[in-house]
């Protein structure tokens, strides 16, 4: 009895504070009796008898009339709510469509919350809603009220361990989503689909949003268009143009032929693979935004080059009036953080979005390598000569900018200096040597800017290509020159050339010789002729050449002196 005694005794000296078993399993004790209590409960429970309250609760806390068919509860596997046919309405402002339509929607409770008679929501999940954004003529959004009114609500960041007076904003979520477009009652072909949503509050002053889903058309199939994600926070303020952004965009893996469908309603006959990211930092009203285009594998649709193009293209701006107007535009490719490798450069402005007509750019480039060029008209065109070679550098500007109030233009000049080009399959020296110079028929600083009485009607896109020497014959040689605008291209061939030569030269730029084979006089390719030659050529037509002369020009025979 004595061992007894002590072993107690020093069983007690080792673990002095140790509780017993049964005091360590009475938690566990409580949780099981409340989930027995609240199962035998379940059944004698009639949520609908609440169901009332609560879609008054929510339609006051979003501004919207809500509808509802059922609500269910639930135990497993956590306790909670169950919705089924959720219906936001929409203000009529913006159409009579609902807002946000969805079969499902799981709504679980903060256990905790119960005991204080409060009702807290840990998460609120949408199964494959339809939501619709809809802007009217006049660029509202049918999202700002609900925005400004959830500014209104004071809550507790969605993590907070402890509750405090302001009830915890719930993590909201949506799966299998589908974001539909509307320009007024007009539901646009463009939405986004398997998009995954969710939004939670991390800061009682902000919220956190998460998007992400695939670009999609409902006019036509288009099968691969890559994936669309945006992050970022919105903060609370009193309007919408002074709501805090500070977001971040993707769109990623975008094949060119899916993209341009998007983008186009149409497939623009590209190949390759795009990324497009994109960050805006300030207000919803005024922001600054940057963009980052990363082309990989660029070429036509109907051909594969021996060499892709891949470019990156970098922009910088500040939006204005809630994303519908850009200013202090600037672009650059590559992009401007490389020192010393700037090649071209846009800079300009888009007043509204909506009217791209009342944009103005401004086109520049200190230096592009001629062979640059020829890289890019053999990723064109699959006819263009492969040993074609060119050397010199292109500079100049062209300027974009509004001649009326419902067209624009294109003004200034192209040089291409110190020029060469060479086609060793043609002839082994060098077709043509010199400058190359492609103008505007008016200097950008004569346009009228129209809308002024008795101003001169608007300009057309017009361009002069001066005349270019190229060198046909042993020692001969023909003047090429054209005109461009925006219906189509013409070329004027005057001078002396040997047939042959001019053939093979049109078979190596097949935009030069298209159809010129009909329009030569006969001759042998031994003796140069004498030629006036004009093309015509509309754009998305065929080209045709033809004799400016009515009548078929005549050879004119070169002789040489005996040797």
């Not at 036509?300 to 970098?314: H, K, N, Q, V």
């Not at 007043?351 to 390598?369: A, C, H, K, Q, V």
């Not at 699959?382 to 010199?392: C, F, I």
Request: charged share 15%.
């Amino acid at each position: 009895m004595q061992d007894t005694d002590s072993t107690y005794e020093s069983n007690l000296k080792v673990h002095p504070h140790r509780p017993s078993l049964f005091r360590r399993l009475v938690p566990l004790y409580a949780v099981l009796l409340a989930l027995l209590l609240i199962t035998l409960l379940l059944p004698f429970l009639n949520i609908n008898r609440f169901q009332r309250k609560i879609v008054t609760s929510l339609s006051e806390s979003i501004g919207r009339p809500i509808h509802l068919d059922q609500i269910s509860l639930t135990l497993f596997p956590l306790p909670g709510l169950t919705i089924e046919n959720l219906v936001v309405a929409e203000d009529p402002a913006f159409g009579a469509e609902p807002f946000v339509r969805a079969n499902t929607v799981r709504a679980t409770f903060r256990v905790g919350s119960l005991w204080r008679h409060r009702v807290e929501f840990t998460k609120i999940s949408f199964t494959e809603p339809s939501i619709n954004l809809v802007e009217t003529s006049q660029g509202k959004w049918n999202l700002e009220s609900i925005l400004l009114q959830a500014a209104k609500l004071q809550a507790a960041p969605t993590a907070q361990a402890r509750a405090g007076s302001a009830p915890r904003f719930p993590y909201i979520e949506a799966t299998g989503a589908r974001i539909n477009m509307k320009r007024g009652s007009e539901k646009l072909p463009i939405s986004l689909t398997e998009a995954e949503f969710a939004l939670w509050l991390p800061d009682p002053q902000e919220w956190q949003l998460r998007l992400q889903g695939r670009p999609a058309r409902t006019d036509m199939s288009v099968f691969e268009t890559g994936a669309v994600q945006i992050e970022g926070t919105l903060g609370r303020a009193t309007s919408l143009n002074d709501v805090p952004i500070d977001l971040k965009g993707e769109w990623r893996n975008a094949p060119l032929g899916g993209a341009s469908q998007i983008m186009l309603g149409r497939d623009a006959e590209l190949r390759g693979s795009m990324t497009l990211s994109a960050t805006a930092h300030g207000t919803i009203g005024k922001s600054a935004v940057q963009t980052l285009l990363h082309l990989t594998d660029l070429r036509r649709a109907e051909f594969i080059p021996e060499r892709a193009i891949s470019l990156d293209i970098e922009c910088q701006g500040t939006q204005l009036a809630t994303f519908h107007s850009l200013s202090d535009m600037r672009c650059s490719w590559p992009p401007a953080s490389l020192p010393n490798t700037k090649t071209v450069a846009l800079t300009g402005s888009v007043p509204d979005l909506r009217n791209l007509s009342s944009s103005s750019f401004e086109l520049g480039t200190p230096g592009i390598p001629a062979a640059t060029l020829v890289d890019w008209m053999h990723v064109a065109s699959a006819r263009v000569s492969p040993d074609l070679t060119a050397t010199g550098s292109l500079t100049g500007s062209l300027f974009y900018q509004p001649s009326s109030q419902s067209t624009s233009v294109w003004t200034g000049q192209l040089l291409l200096s110190n020029a060469s080009l060479t086609i060793p399959s043609v002839a082994s020296t060098p077709l043509f040597t010199g400058d190359l110079m492609l103008h505007s028929t008016q200097p950008a600083s004569d346009r009228p800017r129209g809308g002024r009485q008795g101003a001169p009607p608007p300009l057309r896109d017009e361009f002069t290509l001066s005349p270019i020497p190229l060198t046909l014959g042993e020692h001969d040689s023909a003047t090429l020159e054209g005109k461009f605008d925006d219906t189509g291209y013409s070329l004027h061939l005057t001078g002396t050339a040997l047939p042959s030569k001019l053939l093979a030269l049109g078979a190596a730029l097949p935009q030069l010789g298209d159809g010129l084979a009909s329009a030569l006089p006969p001759a042998t390719a031994k003796n140069p002729v004498h030629i006036d030659l004009t093309s015509t050529h509309p754009w998305g037509g065929s080209q045709t050449w033809h004799s400016t002369d009515s009548h078929p020009v005549a050879a004119t025979p070169r002789h040489h002196p005996r040797r």
